[in-house]
């Protein structure tokens, strides 16, 4: 399996568009994690931590405004691009104020709301994202894709960096196996919990003593000094 680029979580209560925007973001490398209601998809955005929300403005119960206005009162300012069929000002400015990064509307070029999602991924990452992590004995370069523990090079799998990548770009924070199959694998599937624990697995043999990577028990991994 090559690298994903990261979970995206779209919410849109109409099944057809939905399934079109999933396709074309699995299409551009992206895992998709679909919700039609405002309601699971405030819980799913907890469990998840996606890298971005695609979120129809139109939805049932809670709708697309008020979702955002939730996430944003409890802290998470996960990158959101709304979607609409309201093509309407005031509607685009409401959207915005509220804590939306981008404003699309139906009908939409699905390339372009994957243009429209790689554009705020890179303004809110891109610059900002270093290229080499250090923690404890383990350095790793993501412009090389070379990883050392103790000054020895390490071979790993794709996958491996990215999840070593994922644990030592934020030290201290507790991922979740949900967390890490979104961010790492891109996707939410609850029943591969062991994928994660095998290549956490992987990587500690691999880096042998050197290795950061903590087991929270009951919850998941951390990555700190030795």
């Known amino acids: 399996m090559s690298e994903a680029r990261g979970l995206v979580m779209v919410v849109e209560d109409e099944p057809h568009i939905a399934e079109l925007e999933r396709d074309y973001l699995r299409a551009a490398g992206y895992g998709v994690?679909?919700?039609s209601d405002g309601r699971a998809?405030?819980?799913a955005v907890g469990r998840l931590s996606p890298v971005l929300i695609v979120l129809d403005v139109g939805?049932?119960?809670i709708d697309g405004v008020e979702l955002c206005r939730r996430l944003r009162a409890r802290d998470?300012?996960?990158?959101l691009v709304f979607v609409t069929a309201r093509d309407d000002e005031v509607d685009r400015v409401l959207g915005l104020e509220v804590g939306g990064d981008d404003y699309i509307t139906k009908p939409f070029s699905p390339r372009e709301l994957v243009a429209r999602v790689g554009s705020v991924l890179r303004r809110h990452h891109g610059p900002s994202t270093p290229s080499t992590l250090s923690l404890g004995g383990v350095r790793l370069d993501r412009d090389s894709r070379r990883v050392e523990a103790d000054g020895r090079p390490v071979e790993l799998t794709p996958t491996e960096f990215g999840l070593l990548a994922e644990l030592i770009g934020h030290p201290g924070r507790v991922f979740t196996r949900p967390q890490l199959l979104a961010s790492v694998w891109g996707q939410a599937d609850y029943g591969q919990h062991r994928?994660?624990?095998v290549h956490v697995a992987q990587l500690r043999a691999k880096l042998g003593p050197a290795c950061p990577i903590r087991t929270v028990h009951g919850i998941g991994y951390r990555a700190d000094e030795r």
């Open 41 to 43: 998809a405030l819980d």
């Open 33 to 35: 994690h679909v919700e």
């Open 195 to 197: 994928t994660v624990d």
């Open 76 to 79: 998470d300012w996960t990158p």
């Open 59 to 61: 939805l049932p119960g």
